[in-house]
């Protein structure tokens, strides 16, 4: 058969096999190499000292449907975590004028539901467009969206909505049994047609391989569009949940990751994300240079802790570090 009258699925196995044949060899240069070239990439195209700066608030927490084997806020284990209601608008946008003041550009709202609910839109699009009033960027992360759903946030203006691939396609179903990874590819396929952008990525130190790590940004890097924003998350092991023992991910391997997601996606802001307050400031400093170029800010991610103002305040001043400015963010 030739490449003519192949099948167009051979052909995208074919091209996807290729890209991540290219990936594992990026992936394992020497480590001198591999951050050359990422810091290369990464100055070609942002400020190398600038980080952009995001805060969470879980607006809805506990008592998920889901069995995500990582995640405090699965019904499926007894992780001692108190569920609450959707929060009242207002109360919402209180949070966000704090963190305005402590110098977050982007706000992030997140909510432990497979999917949104019909009846919950209206205080949802209600918090998107009161925090935008406030002149910050709204995130959103509330679990599936339908095409009607994704719609109505963009009439709102949301600017970005979460929803990570987590893994590999393969090691897919061993981290999360109650939805698929198509579901996943899905739903940022619908917020991508809305014209919202993506922010999409996933978690080291569950127990895949290197392997695993490639294809998730692989697979990211070659969505139709390439996400926006990547959140590397390295796991928060959370006692109760199905991934309480994992073993912790080497921290060379995680600075690795960083790179690579900075080579095979230029213009993407990466997020150092969950797992900073078990990182040394030096890891840190290892993955800014690898062109991780966001963070989260603020004790608290949804449910677990984060490095404090006065802490990154500190990182920043001993690297040289300063906050990005909304208008260069992407
Ligand atoms: N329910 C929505 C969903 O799953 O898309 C939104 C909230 S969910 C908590 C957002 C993301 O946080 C997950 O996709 C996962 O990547 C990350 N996350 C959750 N628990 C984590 C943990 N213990 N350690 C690291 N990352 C975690
Ligand atoms: C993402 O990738 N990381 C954030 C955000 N997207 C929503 C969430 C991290 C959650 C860490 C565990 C917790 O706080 O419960
Ligand atoms: Fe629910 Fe999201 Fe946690 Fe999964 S990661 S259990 S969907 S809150």
Redesign the pocket.
């Known amino acids: 058969m030739t490449p003519v009258d192949r099948p167009p699925h051979d052909e995208r196995a074919t091209v996807a096999s290729q890209r991540f044949n290219e990936a594992k060899i990026i992936y394992n240069l020497p480590f001198n190499d591999l951050l050359f070239r990422a810091q290369q990439v990464h100055r070609a195209n942002f400020d190398p000292n600038a980080i952009q700066m995001s805060r969470l608030l879980?607006i809805k927490t506990g008592g998920?449907a889901?069995d995500?084997g990582?995640?405090?806020?699965s019904a499926h284990y007894r992780t001692g975590l108190k569920a609450s209601k959707l929060m009242e608008v207002g109360r919402v946008l209180a949070e966000a004028r704090k963190a305005k003041e402590g110098g977050a550009t982007r706000y992030c709202m997140?909510?432990?539901?497979?999917n949104p609910k019909d009846r919950d839109m209206n205080a949802l699009v209600a918090m998107v467009e009161g925090v935008k009033a406030l002149g910050m960027e709204t995130c959103m992360?509330?679990?599936?969206l339908t095409p009607e759903q994704s719609a109505q946030f963009a009439d709102a203006g949301l600017d970005y909505y979460?929803?990570?691939v987590?893994t590999s396609e393969r090691y897919y179903s061993e981290i999360i049994t109650t939805r698929t990874f198509e579901d996943?590819l899905e739903t940022l396929a619908n917020v991508r047609d809305a014209g919202i952008k993506v922010c999409a990525?996933?978690?080291l130190?569950m127990g895949e391989t290197a392997e695993d790590r490639i294809s998730m940004l692989v697979t990211l890097a070659n969505l139709p569009a390439p996400p926006e924003s990547v959140?590397i998350?390295?796991?928060?092991?959370?006692p109760g949940?199905k991934?309480a023992d994992a073993a912790p991910v080497d921290p060379i391997d995680f600075v690795r990751t960083i790179a690579l997601a900075r080579i095979l996606m230029p213009l993407t802001h990466v997020r150092l994300?969950?797992?900073r307050t078990g990182m040394s400031d030096e890891m840190q400093a290892l993955c800014f240079f690898a062109g991780a170029n966001s963070i989260f800010v603020g004790d608290t991610?949804?449910?677990?802790d984060n490095p404090g103002e006065d802490h990154d305040t500190a990182l920043f001043r001993r690297l040289g570090l300063k906050p990005m400015e909304l208008e260069s963010s992407r």
């Open positions: 879980s998920c889901e995500c990582y995640c405090s806020q997140g909510a432990a539901w497979r992360t509330l679990g599936m979460n929803h990570n987590d996943r990525g996933g978690i130190g959140p998350n390295m796991l928060m092991p959370i949940s991934l994300s969950a797992g991610l949804l449910t677990a």
